[in-house]
């Protein structure tokens, strides 16, 4: 059976007309499992008016792109973006789909398996091409993170799975890269599609919570000592241009809303920096942000756990820290020379 399933295909996420990271990044090990096969890269784009994203696709790393559009697919719903999963892969037999763990891909997902009869494994850290069987082995933590189960799918074919953002690194795009967009036509009719959009509500802050594509976070959690503390974490996230985020104990506690949730049971982010302010370091917390290039902590207890995995600590109280911080990034800025005017031609 595994003979009649070839090339690995990728859904790309897709968010008011961009490619969200999460699908790009699973180009990368995409190619590494095609490679291993001697197969092709695909990348699977659907929406209304996305051709722009399928050529972005091809530059990170796509060796085709299928391409469903129509005014249907204009925003995510369950049963229009199921259907044209199912149908592309009963037509084509992909060797492997990815799937990003994000609300959207743990929603679908699990009911394209059962459409296809196939098993899933979701929320993974690591793949690879399992060299005795020929399936993929699919890497994901346990209990808490205290252990890493590794899962094969033998008996069934395609080879699926959801795979957390931020864990693998997008290519760096090469605009010269070609390949093929095929574009299928896979209508869902209006009566099969059994909710729609009808309002986007931005969050209290005025603005859509992204920590899965943010570069700077600031986080908070129960060492912050009360929900008006956001405030000073809220300024320093502004001051960096980054978002803020939050621990489990500080959503429970309702000082945030669980939009803003980081860890396990949370988004699992991958920012350029990411400072965690008045959290303790349970590995709940810290799986959803090993992948950070650079975390600072700052903690009144010298033996928290967050220091543990930080490369930068500041034993002090936050609510004299941040503010110091603010203050002196802001006293940096000022120093930054302005850009000298445009000159007209």
Not at 92 to 109: E, K, M
Not at 118 to 139: K, N, P, Y
Not at 223 to 250: H, P, Q, T, Y
Request: proline share 6%; with cysteine; glycine share 10%.
């Amino acid at each position: 059976m595994m003979g009649e399933y070839k090339n690995v295909f990728v859904y790309i996420e897709t968010e008011r007309g961009r490619a969200k990271h999460v699908g790009l990044e699973l180009l990368t090990p995409a190619g590494e499992l095609a490679a291993a096969r001697g197969e092709k890269v695909v990348g699977v784009v659907i929406g209304d008016d996305v051709k722009a994203v399928a050529k972005d696709v091809i530059a990170y790393g796509a060796d085709e792109v299928l391409l469903v559009e129509g005014p249907e697919y204009r925003d995510y719903t369950t049963d229009g973006y199921a259907n044209v999963i199912t149908r592309l892969v009963e037509k084509h037999q992909p060797s492997v789909l990815l799937i990003g763990a994000t609300n959207n891909g743990r929603d679908f997902g699990p009911r394209v398996a059962c459409r296809l009869q196939v098993g899933m494994t979701a929320d993974v850290t690591e793949l690879r091409i399992d060299e005795t069987s020929g399936c993929v082995a699919w890497t994901k933590p346990g209990y808490g993170d205290a252990l890493m189960a590794v899962i094969l799918c033998p008996d069934t074919w395609p080879q699926m799975g959801t795979v957390r953002p931020g864990v693998f690194q997008k290519r760096k795009p090469d605009p010269n890269r070609t390949g093929e967009i095929i574009t299928e036509t896979i209508p869902t009719p209006t009566r099969e599609i059994r909710t729609k959009l009808v309002e986007l509500i931005q969050t209290s802050t005025g603005a859509q919570v992204n920590l899965e594509e943010a570069e700077v976070i600031v986080a908070g959690g129960r060492g912050l000592g009360k929900a008006e503390n956001f405030s000073c974490l809220e300024e320093l996230a502004a001051v960096l241009g980054g978002a803020v985020g939050a621990s489990r104990a500080a959503t429970d506690a309702g000082w945030i809303s669980h939009a803003h949730l980081i860890g396990q049971t949370g988004k699992t982010v991958a920012p350029r920096l990411y400072i965690a302010c008045g959290i303790s370091g349970a590995v709940q917390h810290t799986a959803g942000i090993l992948a950070s290039d650079t975390i600072v902590a700052i903690n009144q207890d010298p033996n928290a756990q967050i220091f543990d995995v930080a490369h930068y600590g500041i034993v002090g109280d936050l609510v004299e820290v941040i503010p110091a911080l603010v203050k002196e990034l802001k006293e940096k800025e000022k120093e930054i020379p302005a850009p000298p005017p445009a000159v007209k031609k």
